[in-house]
């Protein structure tokens, strides 16, 4: 397993319809991406695990530069 973490946490939150989940590279931070719809769902999985929850929301609009 990656870095002795027990990947079975992946796959616990794709079933629960995370649209992806992974460790990053040197953990112990662990993401995912979800819809709306099973936001919920996949901060339960979180919420018994150490550490802290970050809900962020996506941003679509194009990148722009502001000139100085």
Same mark, same amino acid.
């Given at each position: 397993?990656?870095?002795?973490?027990? =990947? /079975?946490?992946? #796959? *616990?939150?794709?079933? *629960?319809? @995370?649209?992806?989940?992974?460790? /990053?590279?040197?953990? =112990? /931070?662990? #993401? @995912?991406?979800?819809?709306? *719809?099973?936001?919920?769902?996949?901060?339960?999985?979180?919420?018994?695990?150490?550490?802290?929850? #970050?809900?962020?929301?996506?941003?679509?609009? *194009? @990148?722009?530069?502001?000139?100085?």
């Amino acid at each position: 397993s990656i870095l002795n973490s027990d =990947p /079975s946490l992946i #796959m *616990k939150l794709l079933e *629960k319809g @995370a649209l992806c989940a992974t460790i /990053s590279g040197n953990g =112990p /931070s662990i #993401m @995912a991406i979800t819809d709306k *719809k099973n936001k919920s769902r996949i901060q339960k999985e979180f919420s018994g695990l150490d550490g802290r929850v #970050m809900v962020s929301n996506i941003n679509n609009k *194009k @990148a722009y530069v502001h000139e100085l």
